[in-house]
């Protein structure tokens, strides 16, 4: 895939109406919503996903966060939060792909992969065909108490940029993204979109100040040496 020099940005770990809404007004043109995992900061109920995503103006994705790994569970899962995206946090143990297309017809499947060296990169090709979207993220799922993301941990940004340029699919970039980091995270991988829990909260709440710095950030950034000559012009 190309690189994007304007990069989509999705604001996840979403918790209440208050924190979705201030999220689209800072310019998310999406948000994650955390179902059950194993671990994290990030998990919302079902009852309470449905309740945002019913909320989220036409325009802006909603991501249902899954750790299931078999498509039965992930259509029922669907069908009660009502989201437009699925992001799969781990790989599929019973069931493919097609089959989710098959129930699930307009609904976008998002693959995570956990870049955790070279052997990410043959994961990611392997599966690209199959999905809407590769989403790069920092946890591990082969750890005793699986981490499937919410990490607030940078990984190997330079196997990013490969995966980016070898797939055809967009690419967003995860894992411990900040105001602080950002600009080099489009510099250096150029991602379809760019994702973020930790980065944007304090006390595990969303921080307008945080938020409101990022979204500054990923502005600036994104500006091409032309166009700022153009816009001087
Ligand atoms: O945050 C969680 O609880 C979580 C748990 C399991 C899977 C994903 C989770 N969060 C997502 O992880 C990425 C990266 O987060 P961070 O910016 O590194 O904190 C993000 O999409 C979170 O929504």
């Not at 604001?11 to 979705?20: D, H, T, Y």
């Not at 991602?191 to 502005?219: A, H």
Request: aromatic fraction near 6%; hydrophobic fraction near 40%.
């Amino acid at each position: 895939m190309k690189q994007t020099t304007k990069p989509r940005v999705k604001i996840c770990c979403i918790s209440s109406i208050e924190e979705a809404k201030m999220a689209i007004i800072y310019g998310a043109s999406a948000l994650g919503l955390v179902s059950a995992m194993p671990s994290g900061i990030g998990v919302i109920s079902e009852e309470l996903i449905a309740e945002i995503s019913a909320i989220v103006p036409p325009g802006v994705c909603t991501f249902l966060f899954t750790s299931k790994q078999d498509v039965k569970s992930i259509i029922e899962q669907q069908r009660r939060c009502q989201v437009n995206t699925i992001q799969i946090c781990d790989y599929l143990t019973l069931g493919k792909y097609q089959d989710l297309r098959d129930a699930m017809p307009g609904i976008a499947l998002v693959q995570v992969i956990h870049v955790t060296g070279e052997e990410s990169v043959k994961e990611a090709v392997e599966v690209s065909p199959l999905v809407d979207a590769i989403l790069l993220d920092s946890g591990n799922k082969y750890l005793p108490i699986k981490q499937l993301g919410g990490t607030g941990k940078v990984h190997n940004w330079d196997i990013s940029k490969k995966i980016r340029e070898l797939v055809d699919v967009p690419v967003y970039l995860a894992g411990g993204l900040n105001s602080e980091n950002v600009t080099a995270a489009i510099k250096q991988v150029s991602p379809f979109g760019l994702d973020i829990c930790t980065g944007v909260r304090t006390n595990n709440k969303l921080d307008e100040m945080k938020l409101s710095q990022f979204f500054s950030q990923i502005y600036y950034s994104s500006f091409g040496v032309d166009e700022v000559q153009n816009f001087r012009e």
